[in-house]
């Protein structure tokens, strides 16, 4: 009876039963309006539409979820996880069951299975090179199909329902392949779209982690070099001091601070002017040499150290 639901809201899973007498299940929703009298607003969907509906929402989050995943892998130094979490991303956004990696070995043109997710123990660990000429391009198959590679022989077996995948890299240079299967038809409409844009996905994080662990090397070589120098420079009796085009202390060697009687942390970043002191200003000289030859060699000048002591000095300046 419908008076015992007045005053609160219910959702309900009720029966219709129109005039053809086939029941609908349908989900009613009640509502008491704001009034003096015991109105109710009802609203009624078929329960089919309902499920829809979650299911579009459902996908939705999945669709959210999958390219937070992504963006996040992107972030990852290690290439392993990064593979890893764009996988995870790919089943959200696929639909499929599984979903794996299979990549190229530097020695060898066969492509090794890697990196999974879900058990793709059923499909081959590895996939020949005669194959990929059947895989160089997006492709799905399905159990209705003919079997022209070992990858769809051993689909079949499992009693898969469809195998999908997408080549990484360029065409005439392939580093790997994306796979996802599934074992209920129909496969997604837009399986292949996605799983060739995860696989440009996947690509972009390969080429990634390649430039980032080129800028390592070159870091630590330019540190070993830096290194280097400063072990050379420090090694020999002339006093060094480097410059900026401001004319500003960028450092100097140990022979320059036992001459002058300044420590790096002491002098580094002020004017040269304030620490070589001299008879005369230097400062003229060394903006010609600045702008003129190499090397400038200003002779033997009058020079004091820190506590006043006066030395000779054959000065030069390179640049």
Request: charged residues 15%; proline residues 6%; hydrophobic residues 45%.
């Amino acid at each position: 009876p419908l008076h015992q639901w007045i005053g609160r809201a219910q959702n309900l899973a009720l029966e219709l039963v129109p005039r053809s007498g086939r029941r609908l299940p349908v989900a009613a929703s009640l509502v008491p309006l704001p009034s003096s009298t015991d109105l109710v607003l009802i609203t009624i969907e078929a329960q089919s539409v309902l499920i829809q509906h979650q299911v579009k929402n459902e996908r939705q989050q999945h669709l959210w979820d999958a390219l937070y995943t992504l963006g996040h892998a992107a972030s990852q130094n290690d290439l392993q996880a990064a593979y890893s979490m764009a996988l995870q991303a790919g089943i959200r956004l696929t639909g499929a069951a599984w979903i794996g990696l299979y990549q190229a070995d530097s020695s060898s043109p066969i492509l090794y299975r890697t990196i999974t997710s879900g058990d793709l123990s059923a499909l081959p660990e590895r996939i020949a090179p005669q194959d990929l000429i059947a895989l160089h391009k997006p492709l799905v198959w399905n159990k209705s199909q003919r079997s022209v590679t070992q990858l769809h022989r051993q689909a079949r077996l499992a009693k898969l329902a469809y195998v999908a995948s997408a080549p990484i890299g360029q065409p005439e240079a392939l580093i790997g392949l994306l796979v996802a299967a599934g074992t209920t038809e129909p496969h997604p409409d837009d399986l292949l779209e996605i799983l060739k844009v995860l696989a440009e996905g996947i690509s972009a994080l390969s080429e990634a982690n390649a430039i980032r662990t080129a800028h390592a090397q070159l870091r630590a070589e330019n540190s070993n070099l830096a290194a280097r120098y400063t072990t050379v420079i420090n090694a020999t009796s002339d006093s060094i001091l480097a410059l900026s085009p401001e004319q500003v202390i960028l450092g100097l060697n140990a022979s320059a601070e036992q001459a002058l009687g300044y420590t790096p942390p002491e002098i580094v970043g002020h004017p040269v002017e304030d620490i070589l002191i001299s008879t005369t200003s230097l400062l003229p000289a060394l903006q010609a040499a600045q702008n003129s030859f190499p090397a400038y060699q200003l002779g033997v000048v009058k020079l004091y150290r820190r506590n006043g002591q006066a030395f000779s000095a054959d000065m030069r300046i390179l640049r």
